[in-house]
Every structure is written in structure tokens, then in C-alpha cells.
């Protein structure tokens, strides 16, 4: 009981020392995120921008585009209950191809489920050695579902066909969560 009350109180204590790591998607990239929650919902599910947060990617010549975004996205409601589910969705930053008329800024290359409520939880999200790092916690043995307390990191690459495809999964010895 006191681990979870300890975790909870740390969880809390990252949420507000570090409210400039959730930079605010911007708005023609929040609303192709709110699309994509569209898509994803059973109907209930609601899309969370003010939990999300975005990384600059390079280019992946492979699936044409020079310049991308990853955005970490919460979606919770799910059958109008409280539970949640966490996603990455990669967008490619559209070129201005000059043709008289401004094209989408971005469009959806890839997406995954990366967590969620009894699974893991993630915290945050960056662009390091041509990969997605994801870092967070999972479940513990004894952890209640509203706190999982075990840190642990992710890597997702992009293949050369567009899926995210997980490389590699760090436990708790081997992770710093800020």
C-alpha cells in the first residue's frame, strides 16, 4: 500500500515538474490526430491532445518524405469507462508542391498501440539512433491498475513498408524515467 501511495505521489509530482515536456500539438496536426481517434473509437473512446506529445523524425527516402512527426496519443472512454489506451502515429510532412493550392501538412504513414490501463503506461517520447524511444512503466507484480510502477523503455523503428515494429524493450535496471 505504501509503494502504490509512493508511485502515486511520484506520478503526480512528474505530471507537474514537467508540463513543458507535453508540448501542445499544433493545430493542423491535432486535428489529424483527432481523425485518427475518430477512426480508432468505439464510439465512446475520446481523443486527449493535452496528454500528447510530438517529435520531429527525419527522412525515410523509402516512404517518401523528408521531414516527419511522431505523436504520442492518449484515448481513453473506452465503452464509456474509465479505461485507456496510449498510441504513436508517425505523419509525413507534406511538401509544397507548388501547384496552386496548399496541400494537407501532414499525412498518416503508421501507427501502433503502445499501452494503456493494465498494460504500460507511457511518459514520454523521442527521436534517438533512428528510432522511437518510449519510456514509462509497466506493471508490477502487486501494482493496482491505476499505477503501474516498474520503469521501462521502448524503441520502435519505421520499416522500409511503413509499420512501426518494435526493437527493443528495457526494464526497470536498465531505465531512467524523468
Do not use: H
Amino acid at each position: 500500500m505504501k509503494r502504490m501511495l509512493g508511485m502515486t505521489i511520484l506520478l503526480t509530482m512528474l505530471s507537474i515538474s514537467y508540463p513543458t515536456k507535453l508540448m501542445a500539438l499544433p493545430e493542423d496536426l491535432a486535428k489529424e490526430s483527432v481523425v485518427l481517434s475518430n477512426i480508432l473509437s468505439d464510439g465512446y473512446a475520446k481523443f486527449y491532445p493535452e496528454q500528447s506529445q510530438v517529435v520531429e523524425i527525419p527522412s525515410y527516402p523509402s516512404l517518401g518524405f523528408k521531414s516527419g512527426v511522431a505523436v504520442l496519443m492518449s484515448m481513453g472512454g473506452w465503452a464509456g469507462g474509465n479505461t485507456n489506451s496510449q498510441y504513436v502515429a508517425v505523419y509525413a510532412v507534406n511538401e509544397d508542391l507548388k501547384l496552386g493550392k496548399a496541400p494537407k501538412k501532414y499525412r498518416l504513414i503508421s501507427f501502433k498501440k503502445v499501452g494503456g490501463k493494465g498494460d504500460r503506461l507511457f511518459t514520454t517520447l523521442s527521436y534517438e539512433n533512428q528510432a522511437l524511444v518510449l519510456a514509462g512503466f509497466g506493471y508490477g507484480d502487486n501494482d493496482g491498475l491505476c499505477c503501474p510502477s516498474q520503469p521501462m523503455a521502448l524503441s520502435l523503428s519505421l520499416s522500409d513498408r511503413g509499420n512501426l515494429e518494435e526493437t527493443k524493450r528495457s526494464r526497470a535496471s536498465d531505465v531512467q524515467v524523468p
